[in-house]
């Protein structure tokens, strides 16, 4: 049955882990759906807080399960990041905690990253006196130095950014640690928090979506798995949401959800039926 909130929507703006896939499987729906989407004329849009890869390989991805895509299909929080700090923040030395990819993004925008050195003793950190800024992602390289320099960092009055804030990553055997670990890590040792966290549910992600779209946010919908980022950032900028239980949340989760997403999916497939 069609839900008359959804007259005015023309815009979908979808998370990926947890709610197009999971793993190398798309999930029950969403192929169907976000085809009968395009066939109807509505503008598309992927948003994914994991920084790990370069916004061509979820492309790709996308395509190999039968979504095709292009990377300006695909907005991810490392991209974001790394066009935000160049435009604001160009100057600055950067230590990153993260992985390859977002070291080639904030590169690929001009900025400077405080590089480890080849020979360096594993328990060694980096002169904490030549960073300017620590950033925090998804790592899965992470390990005792990376944490400990970047606390030396903070403590010296660093500035402070991360690409996201998901404590975990859904991932089919289970959730693995994701980027909140580490910043739950870090707060509790130097007693500060990131000046900017750009993935979901941050503005500044939103606004890089919307501007994609060439949309007002009242024309879009925002689906994801998660009550916290994709629903918190839709709900805030006026956009209708859709939360979906294939991924991290519950139904028991949404139904004490503040604020309630206006919609409640077991999949995506579900979606279809809720438009006129």
């Known amino acids: 049955m069609a839900d008359k909130r959804l007259n005015s929507i023309d815009g979908f703006v979808f998370d990926l882990d947890g709610t197009v896939y999971l793993g190398e499987e798309a999930l029950p729906g969403a ?3 976000i085809a009968e989407l395009r066939r109807r004329g509505s503008r598309v849009l992927f948003v994914s807080n994991k920084p790990l890869y370069p916004r061509q390989n979820y492309a790709d991805k996308l395509t190999r399960l039968g979504i095709p895509a292009t990377a300006g299909d ?11 700090l160049a435009l604001h923040e160009p ?11 977002l070291v080639a993004e904030l590169e690929g925008q001009g900025l400077h990253v405080v590089g480890e050195l080849a020979d360096q003793d594993p328990q060694d950190v980096i002169d904490p006196t030549g960073i300017d800024a620590v950033v925090v992602a998804f790592d899965r390289t992470l390990d005792y130095r990376k944490l400990n320099t970047a606390y030396q960092a903070l403590r010296r009055g660093a500035r402070y950014f991360a690409t996201n804030g998901d404590k975990t990553c859904p991932m089919p055997g289970g959730d693995i640690p994701d980027a909140g670990a580490t910043l739950a890590a870090l ?6 928090s990131p000046e900017l966290i750009a993935g979901k549910p941050s503005t500044v992600i939103l606004q890089a979506a919307l501007e994609r779209l060439e949309l007002p946010a009242q024309r879009c919908l925002m689906a994801g798995d998660r009550l916290e980022t994709d629903i918190r950032m839709g709900h805030d900028a006026g956009m209708k949401t859709a939360v979906v239980l294939s991924g991290v949340t519950t139904r028991a989760d949404a139904e004490k959800a503040s604020p309630q997403p206006d919609l409640v999916l077991a999949n995506l497939g579900e979606l279809v039926q809720h438009l006129a």
């Open 91 to 101: 100057d600055l030395r950067y230590y990153v905690v993260g992985e390859a990819n």
């Open 74 to 84: 695909v907005i991810t929080s490392a991209y974001v990041l790394a066009r935000y």
């Open 31 to 33: 192929v169907e759906t």
């Open 187 to 192: 707060l509790q040792i130097s007693g500060r």
